[in-house]
């Protein structure tokens, strides 16, 4: 791979950047298919997700504030497919509150780069985008909870509307930008998106850890998830809101020693400890639960949210537990899994958001869908 020049060619990326140590493309130009020219910068993020590699830098293509991402993967959905056709059916459906909570993508091109191990095409994607802010520069409760109620907005209209859903809600995805001072919750990072009743509709729990739903990360050989569910991404949301207002203050990450969910971030915690952490949090008390000063209005909708799920773990035990003394079998049958008995459902996540964000919340009692 020959850096030197300032021009680079789309033949310096045909491999996965995963095992390059450091970014080695900041200050190059590349020439995108339709002939303009992409300036890279420096690097952003990068991520492995069963053997799908994604790298993320800063670009400048004719303007500054953009990002470019790429993704080598196999055939499978990517962000322009989702996000185009979400937002021209939301168009068409005069909808258009929906294009704020959904990423600008300003250009999209790919290149076959080889074959997988079962000889399917191996294609590496580029797609570059207006830059967006993470979640975690928020630094008030009233943004924060506005930024939340939209990518919960956003989610759920994805999910009735399109029949589209997400899977992979973490950090990475999780953004905002500012319209006319107002924050808007821009949902992003669609590689692992599925269309509801597709063949390939399995679960992967492939996020970062600390988001994964409990029943994914330490399946129940009794109960195996053979699908993944909505409110898996309603517990991943749960999880962030948590992280940001525990973690963050003045937009930057407190001292590993201040952080009361510190250990869902170690890397050498197994998948049982994660389980163990996440259900005592869900179903156990509000001890650990201390938002930072700036978050702290956000204690009781993090506790009500929290009460869902509580409820609905309960509501699923004592069923089984019933089940098994009737029939002596072990088993969940008749049981609504999919909303833990009906507690945790887009309705009533949403109500507790009405509910329970701060009042400073702009968008709180919009009657906006």
């Not at 998106?193 to 994914?216: G, I, M, Q, R, W």
């Not at 050989?221 to 962030?240: G, I």
């Amino acid at each position: 791979m020959d850096t030197d020049s300032d021009t680079v060619s789309f033949s310096d990326f045909e491999d996965d950047l995963e095992q390059v140590p450091d970014w080695p493309f900041d200050s190059c130009t590349l020439i995108l298919s339709d002939g303009r020219s992409l300036d890279l910068a420096d690097s952003i993020s990068r991520s492995t997700h069963n053997g799908q590699s994604v790298y993320v830098c800063r670009g400048r293509l004719g303007w500054d504030g953009i990002v470019v991402k790429w993704t080598w993967s196999q055939t499978r959905m990517h962000d322009l497919q989702v996000v185009e056709s979400a937002a021209n059916f939301a168009r068409e459906c005069g909808e258009n509150w929906v294009l704020d909570h959904l990423p600008n993508i300003v250009h999209y091109e790919e290149r076959v780069t080889g074959t997988g191990a079962r000889g399917e095409p191996r294609i590496m994607h580029l797609l570059v985008q207006e830059e967006l802010y993470s979640i975690t520069e928020l630094t008030t409760a009233g943004e924060l909870g506005e930024a939340f109620l939209g990518l919960f907005k956003c989610y759920r209209w994805l999910y009735e509307r399109c029949r589209i859903m997400h899977r992979n809600i973490n950090f990475n995805n999780l953004m905002y930008r500012r319209i006319d001072d107002r924050v808007y919750g821009v949902l992003a990072g669609f590689d692992l998106a599925v269309v509801l009743n597709e063949p390939s509709y399995k679960p992967h729990p492939e996020n970062t850890l600390a988001f994964v739903a409990c029943d994914l990360v330490e399946p129940s050989p009794l109960f195996p998830v053979d699908q993944y569910l909505y409110r898996f991404d309603l517990e991943s949301l749960l999880y962030a809101l948590v992280l940001v207002a525990c973690h963050y203050e003045h937009g930057m990450l407190i001292p590993p020693e201040k952080q009361p969910f510190k250990c869902w971030h170690q890397v050498g915690s197994t998948d049982r400890d994660m389980y163990l952490e996440k259900i005592h949090f869900l179903t156990g008390g509000l001890g650990r639960w201390k938002p930072t000063p700036q978050f702290s209005s956000l204690f009781w909708l993090v506790g009500h949210l929290r009460e869902l799920f509580k409820h609905g773990i309960s509501a699923r035990d004592k069923f089984r537990y019933r089940k098994e003394v009737e029939t002596g079998v072990v088993s969940d049958d008749g049981f609504d899994g999919d909303t833990l008995g009906g507690h945790v459902t887009f309705e009533t996540f949403e109500a507790v958001l009405r509910n329970k964000l701060p009042p400073s919340t702009p968008g709180r009692a919009s009657a906006e869908p």
